[in-house]
């Protein structure tokens, strides 16, 4: 199985700053990487797809980068609404695995 | 608007069996390949199951953690998806999603239902 990384487990921001997620695959998914946010007691929702793909009505300041074992998730001037725990999932291989998540909190 | 309702979730005894239903609507069911995706308290999401449309033969894909005890199923003439679960074990409680691909093909999720609860315990 392909194994994800997720870093940091947590993280504590002040609205309108930007923050990055990292997530490491443990082999080349090829960029076959969706990036989900999850709030308390809902379902995931998709925000990235193909690594930096924009899904149609999430928030430009949402975005997606990396190649290879590396990714990131960036997201500027935070909202406080963005608080959430956010996902990698890959696609290259089955079984389709998920990190850990980081849990995005307003400080 | 598409839609994905889960039933059929509960309290079930250790080797026990549930199946699960998921009720699609708001989009061409037959043409996408469906998937179940359970969910622990605090977890990580992780994936069971997809299985293909009929142009591909309703082949099927499991995570070994439950190859050979979970199936899944499909029933396009009324848009709903199944997961018989058979000698359940505690570590099986969990959240569970049906989830649609963004594409028809995809192994990624633009829609995921509000999921259904599973608790395995004596």
């Known amino acids: 199985d392909i194994r994800m990384t997720q870093s940091p487990a947590s993280l504590s921001a002040s609205l309108g700053e930007t923050v990055n997620i990292e997530c490491l695959a443990s082999?080349?998914?090829?960029?076959?990487l969706a990036w989900y946010q999850q709030k308390p007691g809902k379902s995931p929702q998709l925000l990235i797809y193909?690594?930096?793909s924009l899904q149609n009505g999430v928030p430009s300041r949402f975005s997606g980068s990396g190649s290879g074992t590396q990714y990131s998730l960036k997201i500027n001037s935070l909202q406080s609404e963005d608080v959430a725990t956010y996902f990698c999932?890959?696609?290259?291989?089955?079984?389709?695995?998920f990190g850990s998540g980081t849990k995005l909190e307003i400080k | 608007e598409v839609k994905l309702l889960e039933s059929g979730g509960g309290l079930v005894q250790p080797g026990g069996s549930l199946r699960l239903s998921c009720a699609a609507s708001?989009?061409?069911?037959?043409?996408?390949?469906m998937s179940w995706i359970r969910q622990s308290p605090g977890k990580a999401p992780e994936w069971l199951s997809f299985?293909?449309?009929?142009?591909?033969?309703?082949?099927?894909e499991y995570n070994p953690s439950v190859k050979g005890r979970f199936t899944i199923s499909r029933d396009d003439t009324q848009n709903v998806l199944y997961l018989q679960m058979n000698t359940l074990r505690a570590e099986d409680t969990a959240i569970y999603y049906c989830?649609?691909?963004?594409?028809?093909?995809?192994?990624?999720?633009?829609?995921w239902g509000q999921g259904v609860m599973v608790t395995v315990s004596s």
């Open positions: 989830a649609k691909p963004e594409r028809n093909w995809a192994d990624y999720f633009d829609y």
């Open positions: 193909n690594a930096n």
């Open positions: 082999e080349d998914i090829y960029s076959d």
């Open positions: 299985i293909r449309n009929k142009a591909n033969s309703y082949t099927t």
């Open positions: 999932q890959q696609y290259n291989n089955y079984p389709l695995t």
């Open positions: 708001g989009f061409t069911f037959a043409d996408f390949y």
